[in-house]
């Protein structure tokens, strides 16, 4: 089996290929950057520039199923030319990809791309699954509504189609963790606000084998990206200080403290989305990080490993 990946070079795409390759499964993969082009026999990269149009269709030779992961960072600093990147990088490489399907009738069964809990309101309260009909009218919500009306395009192609939701990616290298333990190492750690928003979370392991699980069993339709147990941020940040065996001594930091920081970007530190995983876990899927405990344990230790040997 050959699968076609874009974001392959990427936090989550990295680990998806880790696992394409442990089952013995092709990768292509797309990239911006010549540089980053390869030609092993199960990992073969090709070039494209959406911005321009520009794809080189051999990619889909072979192919049966794409993993689609392409997408501006959100954390960087939304100014207005940034959130018009942040929606377009997401929204016309879905159309590129159609279009030249369908310009070169290359059929492809199934396509698995990533979507983000964004879409759910910010609540204290409410449990989202995934048939829910709120939508967040935040710039997040908006931009993910979008995304997921884009992938959908390829529904008219004879696609089967399925969006997994990601929450909170936890990673020993990458993602949000390492900034998140950052000030805790320094004993500047500190919950956001009154700490009480919901932080629903996934090891980066898990989020991959769910890519995985949703491809192998060809399931379609939408599914939450996110470990079974929610937390708080007052206890991801106090878990974290537990794990590394640091003190917290600081107040909690202000939400208007963020705001004049990181601008319209610091509602990502504050929004609150409480998220179900039950649908995932109905198709047999199992976690092997369920629990927030085992996952920082095993990130933050070996993250710690890492450290040391490189300053031998």
Not at 11 to 29: P, R, S, W
Not at 112 to 141: H, K, R
Not at 151 to 174: P, Q, T
Request: charged share 20%; with cysteine.
């Amino acid at each position: 089996m050959t699968v076609l990946i874009t974001g392959a070079t990427g936090l989550i795409g990295q680990e998806i290929v880790k696992q394409c390759h442990a089952q013995d499964i092709n990768v292509h993969y797309l990239t911006t950057s010549k540089s980053k082009l390869s030609t092993e026999a199960n990992y073969k990269g090709f070039y494209w520039n959406p911005n321009n149009n520009e794809i080189d269709h051999n990619c889909f030779k072979d192919v049966s199923a794409i993993i689609n992961l392409v997408g501006a960072s959100i954390s960087k600093r939304w100014t207005k030319s940034y959130k018009k990147e942040i929606l377009e990088s997401r929204t016309k490489t879905a159309q590129l990809l159609q279009e030249t399907l369908k310009a070169h009738n290359y059929q492809i069964e199934h396509v698995v791309s990533a979507s983000a809990i964004g879409i759910y309101p910010s609540s204290l309260t409410n449990y989202y699954e995934e048939d829910t009909n709120e939508i967040s009218d935040s710039f997040l919500g908006k931009v993910v509504l979008e995304w997921e009306a884009a992938v959908d395009g390829f529904k008219n192609l004879g696609c089967k189609v399925s969006k997994v939701r990601i929450g909170l990616v936890l990673a020993k290298d990458g993602g949000a963790l390492p900034e998140i333990v950052k000030p805790i190492k320094f004993g500047a750690g500190a919950a956001f606000g009154d700490g009480k928003q919901w932080q629903s979370w996934i090891h980066i392991q898990d989020l991959a084998a769910i890519f995985m699980h949703v491809l192998q069993y060809q399931l379609e339709g939408i599914y939450n990206g996110v470990a079974p147990n929610a937390v708080t941020n007052n206890e991801l940040t106090k878990m974290a200080a537990s794990v590394l065996q640091r003190p917290l001594i600081l107040p909690n930091i202000p939400k208007f403290m963020m705001k004049l920081v990181l601008g319209e970007m610091y509602i990502l530190l504050f929004e609150s989305q409480r998220v179900s995983s039950q649908k995932i876990e109905n198709k047999g899927f199992e976690f092997t990080y369920a629990n927030l405990r085992p996952a920082l344990e095993g990130l933050l230790i070996e993250a710690k490993k890492l450290t040391i040997s490189k300053d031998k």
